[in-house]
């Protein structure tokens, strides 16, 4: 059975950074397209950075370009979110995702399976 879990959430200050974690299972990263997206209060999911199966292909959204860094560790089978230079609109529930066999794409319908999410504040 596939399994996605997200860990690394938090409160932290503007400025500050987190690495966000998602650990796979049942399947393997590498065949997937992983990606990562957040829903803030009220609004609906916003897609942040994903990376394709063979890891040539990465996407960012505008409003994170240069601060958040998408990569993956094999051995590991886990995906990471590297994220710098916090903002208070960064703020939301994170989640990982994955489309086996599909396209890096950053649109919350394509992908079929989903973790529980993980909080991040960003407040001072």
């Known amino acids: 059975q596939l399994h996605l879990v997200e860990s690394g959430g938090g409160l932290v200050q503007p400025g500050g950074s987190l690495r966000l974690s998602c650990a796979a299972s049942?399947?393997?990263?590498?065949?997937?397209?992983i990606g990562w997206f957040r829903q803030a209060p009220g609004k609906q999911h916003e897609g942040v950075s994903c990376?394709?199966?063979?890891?040539?292909?990465?996407n960012y959204a505008d409003s994170v370009k240069g601060r958040v860094t998408i990569s993956r560790d094999n051995a590991k089978n886990t995906v990471y979110l590297q994220m710098n230079s916090l903002k208070p609109e960064d703020t939301g529930v994170y989640y990982c995702?994955?489309?086996?066999?599909?396209?890096?794409?950053?649109?919350?319908?394509?992908?079929?399976?989903w973790g529980q999410g993980t909080q991040v504040t960003v407040s001072s």
């Open positions: 990376i394709s199966s063979s890891g040539s292909r990465i």
């Open positions: 995702a994955a489309d086996p066999y599909g396209p890096c794409v950053l649109r919350p319908g394509a992908y079929d399976y």
């Open positions: 049942g399947f393997i990263v590498e065949d997937s397209a």
